[in-house]
Antibody, heavy 118, light 112 residues
């Protein structure tokens, strides 16, 4: 079964850091671009970051310089290092698989919740 | 950035009736290869988003044929031929042509 499982969410103070992980199974992880997408309470989906199969990273302007995406193909894992967190980063974070040769996200994890609050 | 605008934002529908959601992009999503890089996603209550339609009109695996996508360039439409109770949730369009990838605001479909 194709599956993505996120972990690492939690409560963090403003200015703090958190590292999210996403573990993939059931497919050849190294062949797919991977994404992080977040959703704030009651609001729409917001693309956060993506990483290509050649480790090429992409970021939204809202997180550029604060977040770092990475992958470890040997462990079928995707990561998001989040630094200098603010209340605006409070959201459910989903990892998603990119369809081969496309940005289309065809498999999504269940999400992990990040709350930034003092 | 490409801005995605959906309408309506709320859509009450009687079961068995059709439903239609519009999505407009601030720039053309038509690639030189002939594909429109526009996806539709559905997030059912308490669940993660799921892919419904890619490339403007291609149903994802397992998606019922009552769902259809159409359009080209900057104007796209998602249609449900006969709404069922299980179709409730938030429908979002997404442009997959340029980074940053952007989503529409989402349309909440509810059953009357």
């Amino acid at each position: 079964e194709v599956q993505l499982v996120e972990s690492g969410g939690g409560l963090v103070q403003p200015g703090g850091s958190l590292r999210l992980s996403c573990t993939a199974s059931g497919f050849t992880f190294s062949s797919h671009d991977m994404h992080w997408v977040r959703q704030t309470t009651g609001k729409g989906l917001q693309w956060v970051s993506a990483i290509g199969t050649s480790d090429d990273p992409y970021y939204s302007d809202s997180v550029k310089g604060r977040f770092t995406i990475s992958r470890e193909d040997a462990k079928n894992s995707l990561y998001l290092q989040m630094n200098s967190l603010t209340g605006g980063d409070t959201a459910v974070y989903f990892c998603a698989r990119g369809r081969i040769s496309s940005w289309t996200m065809d498999v999504w994890g269940q999400g992990t919740t990040v709350t930034v609050s003092s | 950035d490409i801005v995605m605008t959906q309408s309506p934002l709320s859509l009450p529908v009687t079961p068995g009736e059709p439903a239609s959601i519009s999505c407009r992009s601030s720039q053309s999503l038509l690639h030189s290869n002939g594909n429109n890089y526009l996806d539709w996603y559905l997030q059912k209550p308490g669940q993660s988003p799921q892919l419904l339609i890619s490339l403007g009109s291609k149903r994802a695996s397992g998606v019922p044929d009552r769902f259809s996508g159409s359009g080209s360039g900057t104007d796209f439409t998602l249609k449900i031929s006969r709404v069922e109770a299980e179709d409730v949730g938030v429908y979002s369009c997404m442009q997959a042509l340029h980074v940053p990838i952007t989503f529409g605001q989402g349309t909440r479909l509810e059953i009357k």
